[in-house]
């Protein structure tokens, strides 16, 4: 199985200041096909997942611009450019490459400090 | 708009069976796999299980393997998961999604 692990799991950020997560994946993401199958998703408190990134950095529909996705290979990051309120919550990291199973990572925690 | 609407979930003793169900519209049901993806209390995310368009092929989390059943109604746009011999460790909330969209999840809880 790809074991997918992100950091940092805590992550207090100040409003308007700029927040990086990364995962990273125990082997390649990329397909045979050539995609890369590797999402991210937020979970807002008391809420189901959100995906907000899609084959590693193409953002959702609705999904504000300051989120951005990056990466390759077995390396990704996403990237908040200005933290607001509504960010609070916990992000997973998916791939879907390798399956079955899908696997996530154990999801980072944004709170505002 | 999509929706997806999981219902079923309950309190259940050890060993005993219960059945999911998701309804699930705006979108082209028939085209997609079909997950059920379960998050215990204050824990992560786990995929349970997949069954592909035609209802044929499906896929398990090792974890389920044998105990749970996925299937899926194509003309009702429905998904189901049908757990037998329930554990105290399949306490978690479950979701159907088809990984672009989730549902808000039906809690199932295993205990004595």
């Given at each position: 199985?790809v074991?997918?692990?992100?950091?940092?799991?805590?992550?207090?950020?100040?409003?308007?200041?700029?927040?990086?997560?990364s995962?990273?994946?125990?082997?390649?993401?990329?397909?045979?096909?050539?995609?890369?199958?590797?999402?991210?998703?937020?979970?807002?408190?008391?809420?189901?997942?959100?995906?907000?990134?899609?084959?590693?950095?193409?953002?959702d529909?609705g999904?504000?611009?300051?989120?951005?996705?990056?990466?390759?290979?077995?390396?990704?990051t996403?990237?908040?450019?200005?933290?607001?309120a509504?960010?609070?919550?916990?992000?997973?990291?998916?791939?879907?490459?390798h399956?079955?199973?899908?696997?996530?990572?154990?999801?980072?925690?944004?709170?505002?400090? | 708009?999509?929706?997806?609407?999981?219902?079923?979930?309950?309190?259940?003793?050890?060993?005993?069976?219960?059945?999911?169900?998701?309804?699930?519209?705006?979108?082209?049901?028939?085209?997609?796999?079909?997950?059920w993806?379960?998050?215990?209390?204050?824990?992560?995310?786990e995929?349970?299980?997949?069954?592909?368009?035609?209802?044929?092929?499906?896929?398990?989390?090792?974890?389920?393997?044998?105990?749970?059943?996925?299937?899926?109604?194509?003309?009702?746009?429905?998904?189901?998961?049908?757990?037998?011999?329930?554990?105290?460790?399949?306490?978690?909330?479950?979701?159907?999604?088809?990984?672009?969209?989730?549902?808000?999840?039906?809690?199932?809880?295993?205990?004595?």
């Amino acid at each position: 199985d790809v074991v997918m692990t992100q950091s940092p799991l805590s992550l207090p950020v100040t409003l308007g200041q700029p927040a990086s997560i990364s995962c990273r994946s125990s082997q390649s993401l990329v397909h045979s096909d050539g995609n890369t199958y590797f999402n991210w998703y937020q979970q807002r408190p008391g809420q189901s997942p959100r995906r907000l990134i899609y084959e590693v950095s193409n953002r959702d529909s609705g999904v504000p611009d300051r989120f951005s996705g990056s990466g390759s290979g077995t390396d990704f990051t996403l990237k908040i450019s200005r933290v607001e309120a509504e960010d609070v919550g916990v992000y997973y990291c998916m791939q879907g490459t390798h399956w079955p199973p899908w696997t996530f990572g154990q999801g980072t925690k944004v709170e505002i400090k | 708009q999509v929706q997806l609407v999981e219902s079923g979930g309950g309190v259940v003793q050890p060993g005993r069976s219960l059945r999911l169900s998701c309804a699930a519209s705006g979108f082209s049901f028939i085209t997609y796999g079909m997950h059920w993806v379960r998050q215990a209390p204050g824990k992560g995310l786990e995929w349970v299980a997949v069954t592909w368009w035609d209802g044929v092929d499906k896929e398990y989390a090792d974890s389920v393997k044998g105990r749970f059943t996925i299937s899926r109604d194509n003309s009702k746009n429905t998904l189901y998961l049908q757990m037998n011999s329930l554990r105290v460790e399949d306490t978690a909330v479950y979701y159907c999604t088809n990984f672009d969209y989730w549902g808000q999840g039906t809690l199932v809880t295993v205990s004595s």
